[in-house]
């Protein structure tokens, strides 16, 4: 099943490509679930279980309006992203690849939005992409096995670590959570998606382009520490709670990777999707444009 935080409201998203309609779960549970998607999520296989029943056929439903839009968990407990989980992507970032945890950090929850949005690039930025699997934990994890890690996801979404290199890259040792933090750096959705609506959750396709030019396409079957293996490697070092948030990392083909390196400019629109899952769409626009104003 799909599920959006639409309108500030969790929804049941139903029905094909571009004519998605959405059912108000608090509405269609008589108050039992929601109204907000984060109240779904410590309740998650509850939850999932009345929503697999649910007749759609007779619920009321409204277009999906993707202005309307969220993160899909827009205010987890815990923000983890993950660095040079693609042996291409650690390559041209100029590192071997891992062979024990990557490198963890986090984009702080002020830099979320939703799917569809426009990017301010900070004064003399270096502003990148970097698109990637975004995991939400739907259960209570503490040091779960690798072959049971699945069970403790709510559902995967797309999502896009923008980064804003100099920042990241400047002063004695990286600095990636101010770095990838700016307002609106953390786009997400289009809506979650449930592990068992995607024919192989270990093999999807992600890629972005930047004014319809391909970046970065990559399958997350490369990737070092798929994602059974980051929950059981993560949850033997911190306890992870329903909501959280899981940036897996980003395959080859970042703008700072380039030769010439080749960073967003004011104007420029990225289009980022995952197979199975859907798209996001930024437009960027330079900081004097007065975005928060
Ligand atoms: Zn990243």
């Known amino acids: ?26 509405t269609a549970s008589g108050g039992r679930f929601g109204p907000r998607i984060d109240d779904l999520y410590p309740r998650w296989v509850e939850f ?16 999906v309006d993707r202005a309307l839009l969220g993160a899909p968990s827009p205010s987890p407990r815990q923000v983890f992203a993950v660095g040079l989980n693609y042996h291409e992507h650690a390559a041209e970032s100029g590192f071997a690849s891992p062979d024990s945890l ?5 984009k702080y929850v002020s830099s ?3 799917p569809d949005t426009t990017v ?6 270096a502003v990148d992409w970097e698109v990637e699997l975004v995991v939400v934990i739907g259960r209570t994890t503490t040091a779960v096995t690798e072959d049971r890690a699945w069970n403790h996801v709510a559902g995967l979404t797309v999502g ?21 933090s700016f307002p609106g750096f953390s786009p997400q959705g289009p809506w979650l998606v449930t592990p068992d609506e995607l024919p192989d959750r270990d093999d999807l396709e992600l890629g972005c382009a930047v004014d319809g030019a391909e970046m970065q396409k990559g399958r997350t079957r490369d990737l070092i ?4 293996r980051l929950i059981a490697e993560l949850s033997r070092n911190v306890t ?14 970042i703008g700072a990777g380039r030769e010439p390196q080749r960073f967003l400019a004011p104007g420029e629109h990225l289009d980022s999707w995952i197979t199975g899952i859907g798209e996001l769409h930024q437009t960027f626009v330079s900081d004097t444009q007065g975005l928060s104003s």
């Open 48 to 63: 999932t279980a009345w929503a697999a029943a649910l007749e759609t056929g007779h619920r009321t439903s409204r277009a």
């Open 1 to 26: 099943m799909r599920i959006a935080n639409h309108d500030n409201r969790a929804g049941l998203v139903i029905g094909n490509a571009d004519a998605e309609q959405v059912i108000d779960i608090d």
């Open 112 to 114: 979320f939005s939703g």
């Open 120 to 125: 301010a690039i900070p004064d003399g930025g």
């Open 160 to 180: 896009q670590d923008i980064s804003e290199r100099i920042t990241q890259t400047r002063g004695p040792a990286p600095q990636f959570g101010l770095g990838k």
């Open 225 to 228: 520490f798929p994602v059974a």
């Open 102 to 106: 990557p490198p963890v950090f986090t």
């Open 240 to 253: 992870l709670y329903p909501g959280d948030v899981i940036f897996t990392g980003t395959p080859a083909g």
